[in-house]
């Protein structure tokens, strides 16, 4: 059969073949993004609405710019500006957009679940662009893209997620991806962003980030969020970046050319050494060209392009 998903909304229940499918389709969607003309006439006439509750810059102007080359008319949901701070509930809201007969909503929210409900009461496809602390699907398929546009196949190679994990959305989302593709990932953290029901996602965990660096394929270093620094969780950063930072001794232990990643924005210093962000192993920068092509292969599987493929 072929593609029949009408939303995506979290990694953990998608089939490995659906996931590879994502990937093969964002190839030729990269592709179009080297060109001098960068507009498809694919979707011209279909609506693409743009609700971000929490602010965004990366994650939002991908999303802008995945629908604008396909040829989508694009809506921006300003919230600070709309009648959510008026009071208005989250089902009035979703019941004004299907009033204006939308083809596709992106949404980012505070609330986990928040993409879950909107699925349930949109006729329209829905993609969750990250919700609370739950999952951000699209970053797990723009970090596998990229992991496998440079090692081929990530089955049995080794990755390290590194910082706070306990309330990464994105950790969660990459170790469902990794895990059904036949990754072994390795969580690393301090034991207050670590926390032990982590384990019941089934893969190690470690405090210890010196100890896990022989043989590792990819680091990625977590987005440190530094309010919680101010809530007591770290006891400083200074001290998270002597343990937990990537630098350039840490990276040439690994004994391979290890991939360096982050999801952005990065701190420098603290998470990651800058020499190692500006550095030939780092593919951050890929990672941003790369989440445009992976959200237009979503966003024209979602919108009825991809009956030619297969799903297993």
């Known amino acids: 059969m072929g593609w029949t998903r009408k939303d995506i909304l979290h990694m953990e229940d998608l089939k490995p073949s659906e996931i590879q499918i994502i990937i093969n389709t964002a190839k030729p969607m990269k592709e179009i993004l080297s060109r001098a003309v960068k507009k498809l006439p694919t979707f011209r006439g279909r609506s693409v609405y743009n609700l971000f509750f929490e602010s965004s810059t ?11 080359i396909l040829g989508a008319d694009t ?11 008026k009071g208005e509930s989250l089902l009035d809201t979703v019941r004004t957009l299907q009033a204006m007969k939308p083809d596709l909503v992106v949404i980012r929210h505070s609330s986990s679940g928040a993409a879950h409900f909107l699925a349930k009461e949109l006729k329209a ?7 609370g602390q739950h999952e951000h699907p699209t970053q797990a398929l ?5 992991m496998q546009e440079h090692l081929g196949s990530v089955e049995g190679k080794k990755i390290l997620l590194v910082g706070d994990i306990l309330h990464s959305r994105v950790a969660r989302s990459n170790v469902w991806a990794l895990k059904a593709l036949g990754a072994e990932v390795v969580l690393v953290g301090p034991p207050t962003l670590l926390t032990p029901e982590i384990k ?3 893969v190690k965990t470690t405090y210890h980030l010196d100890e896990e660096l022989a043989g590792a394929d990819v680091i990625m270093a977590l987005r440190l969020q530094l309010e919680r620094q101010k809530a ?3 006891p400083s950063l200074r001290e998270y970046s002597q343990l937990y930072g990537i630098t350039a001794e840490r990276v040439q232990r690994t004994g391979k050319k290890t ?3 982050h999801p952005g924005p990065v701190n420098r210093g603290v998470e990651i050494e800058s020499s190692i962000v ?3 192993q780092s593919v951050i920068e890929e990672q941003v060209t790369n989440g445009v092509a992976v959200r237009m292969a979503i966003m024209y599987l979602l919108l009825g392009g991809g009956t030619n493929h297969v799903v297993d």
Request: no cysteine; net charge neutral; glycine share 8%.
């Open 200 to 202: 019941s996602w089934g």
């Open 259 to 261: 991939l360096i990643m």
């Open 125 to 131: 496809g829905v993609i969750n662009a990250g919700d």
């Open 75 to 85: 809506t921006s949901l300003a919230v600070a500006q709309s009648s959510v701070n």
């Open 278 to 280: 500006n550095s030939t």
């Open 232 to 234: 007591g969780l770290l």
């Open 142 to 146: 723009l970090d596998l893209y990229t």
């Open 58 to 68: 990366r994650t939002r102007t991908s999303f802008e710019t995945a629908a604008k």
